[in-house]
């Protein structure tokens, strides 16, 4: 990522100053010159580009004015920190200032604006602000605490500076969540060492028995006005830490988006799967980033288990063993026509599908079946558990058959229970693909009492296409996919005219009437519709509700 991250300080006797900078140096490309193996006197200048910092920086620093000790990170003599990243060969160079002159200035007006007038209510806190010129910045800061600083605390900010406005947008609750661990962390190292110092000698009670004097204010200053952070926090290799934390936030910045290539538009299943991943990125960086490491949390190995990636379900369907359910049609000749009617019916409405059976493979195979039939933003699956889990957790949750289904909910209409149990004799014999129905016994039981045969349409028409036995697999799983799209751009314009637009519930009607989805199963379809909504993509929601908001301020405008 072409960004510099830097830690500023708000000096009572300099004004605004930069403390520390780290910056990351990509490796130059290429260059046909060096295929004849000698070493170019720039290649060398390039290696020992991080031990000429101190004396460019400091030059740099002391023709803008002198330092006090609160306002320096690191000596005159110190050579600055450098990691290299050896996958990408990006260097990460840390200092006082920038290397390069240009970046001096940006840093310093970057700096000065979030310690001065690019703040937050109540100084404390996040705040973005930029321009295409002098670049974008997200600023957090913060106070740290002093017990010789007027007001026993001093104040500081981290900055983020980038020239890229939707990268560093989009990256904010990243930076939020990263940067508010390393200041938790200053400020908890330094409230100790001023709660030790006030232990010793309180300076309130001596401030208030002092006598006070506008003309020798400033004397009584400027001893107490210079403390490095180093001395706030007690910390012998501050300075080290921070560059390690700056450079782990500028490498994983820069690889947690990454650019697709997308031919036409994209679903909103494929929408969906990229909000997964990149979800799952930032929770892994999270715990890579932490420090000690250790177990993840249930919560997180449940997280990966819902974004399952589903364009991988195929292939995961042929690596489970047999026995197994393999495609729509045979789970439709396994149960029978009616029973597999009766539990398609459940799952396209939206309802819990519980299976208990001993086998968890043949589960999981059932559910990868049946998750074909929604979109992949309604899916939230448990395949196997010892324990049962509530609707609002998933709706195809996988049992052992000795697992208690609650009351409320084996009397629930919303949900329907799928009970395997083995044949007499079954599991003596050689148990494939096609002998399921031999080993195994399949029971349905559900208590809603809504007749299933009139629809929804969409139901209607893939059992058409599962009964026809003149088209193949591939060729209804097709008949699937654009049946899923015709009816999720029906969802589209139903949320965009009820939920955006807010239309009547007249008008919702002539709509739904206009989309085809009146008329014998209307009152399936229209459920349908309303559980689909949730399988739309984040994106696409943000997208029409900044649409619409941008749509009524226009005419005030």
């Not at 830097?6 to 990351?24: D, I, V």
């Not at 097709?478 to 955006?500: A, P, Q, R």
């Not at 637009?501 to 014998?520: F, H, M, N, V, Y």
Request: proline share 5%.
């Amino acid at each position: 990522m072409n960004a510099l991250v830097a830690l500023c300080h708000f000096c009572e006797l300099h004004g605004p100053r930069t403390l520390f900078c780290t910056e990351a140096l990509h490796p130059p490309s290429p260059d046909p010159s060096s295929q004849t193996g000698a070493s170019l006197p720039g290649d060398r200048d390039g290696d020992r580009e991080g031990e000429g910092l101190t004396m460019r920086a400091n030059s740099s620093a002391s023709q803008r004015g002198e330092m006090c000790e609160g306002c320096r990170s690191l000596p005159a003599s110190h050579p600055g920190f450098v990691s290299v990243d050896d996958e990408t060969g990006i260097r990460f160079l840390s200092h006082q200032h920038p290397r390069q002159s240009q970046l001096f200035s940006v840093v310093r007006q970057a700096c000065v604006r979030s310690l001065s007038c690019e703040v937050c209510p109540g100084r404390e806190g996040p705040i973005f602000f930029g321009d295409e010129q002098h670049g974008f910045v997200f600023s957090h800061t913060f106070f740290i605490k002093d017990s010789l600083a007027r007001g026993f605390q001093r104040w500081y900010s981290i900055v983020m500076v980038a020239m890229d406005r939707i990268y560093l947008i989009n990256s904010w609750p990243f930076l939020l969540r990263h940067l508010k661990l390393t200041i938790h962390s200053l400020q908890s190292t330094a409230l100790k060492v001023f709660e030790s110092e006030q232990g010793v000698c309180p300076q309130r009670a001596m401030r208030m028995n002092s006598a006070f004097s506008p003309a020798v204010f400033p004397h009584q200053r400027s001893g107490n006005a210079a403390r490095s952070l180093t001395s706030l926090t007690q910390h012998t290799n501050l300075w080290a830490s921070l560059h390690s934390s700056f450079s782990w936030l500028l490498k994983a910045c820069g690889s947690r988006l990454t650019e697709k290539l997308l031919e036409g538009a994209p679903t909103e299943d494929t929408l969906v799967l990229i909000e997964r991943q990149t979800e799952q990125d930032e929770e892994m960086s999270c715990w890579e980033g932490a420090d000690g490491g250790g177990p993840k949390p249930l919560w997180h190995q449940t997280d990966s288990e819902l974004g399952h990636d589903f364009h991988t379900d195929e292939a995961k369907l042929e690596e489970l063993p047999d026995p197994k359910f393999r495609s729509l049609r045979h789970l439709r000749q396994v149960l029978g026509v009616a029973e597999f009617r009766q539990l398609a019916w459940h799952v396209l409405m939206g309802n819990q599908v519980i299976w208990r059976c001993a086998d968890s493979g043949l589960i999981k195979s059932a559910f990868i079946v049946l998750k074909s039939l929604l979109p992949v933003g309604c899916v939230r699956s448990v395949p196997y558990s010892s324990q049962y889990e509530e609707a609002y957790k998933c709706n195809f949750l996988g049992l052992s058959p000795e697992v208690f289904i609650p009351s409320h909910v084996s009397s629930s209409e919303f949900s329907v229970l799928v009970d395997v149990s083995s044949n007499p004799g079954g599991q003596n014999c050689v148990v494939d693909g096609e002998a399921i129905s031999s080993a195994y016994h399949f029971s349905i039981t559900s208590a809603s009492t809504q007749p299933t045969d009139k629809g929804p349409t969409l139901l209607n028409k893939l059992e058409v296409a599962l009964s026809n036995e003149n088209l193949s697999v591939e060729v209804v799983s097709h008949c699937l996919l654009c049946l899923k799209e015709e009816w999720m751009n029906k969802v589209k314009v139903l949320f965009k005219f009820s939920k955006v637009d807010q239309r009547s519930k007249e008008d919702t009607q002539k709509i739904l009437a206009l989309l085809g989805t009146t008329g014998p199963g209307e009152e399936d379809n229209v459920r349908l519709l309303k559980f689909w909504i949730s399988g739309l993509s984040k994106t696409y929601k943000s997208h029409l509700m900044t649409a619409a908001l941008g749509g009524e301020r226009s005419p005030s405008q």
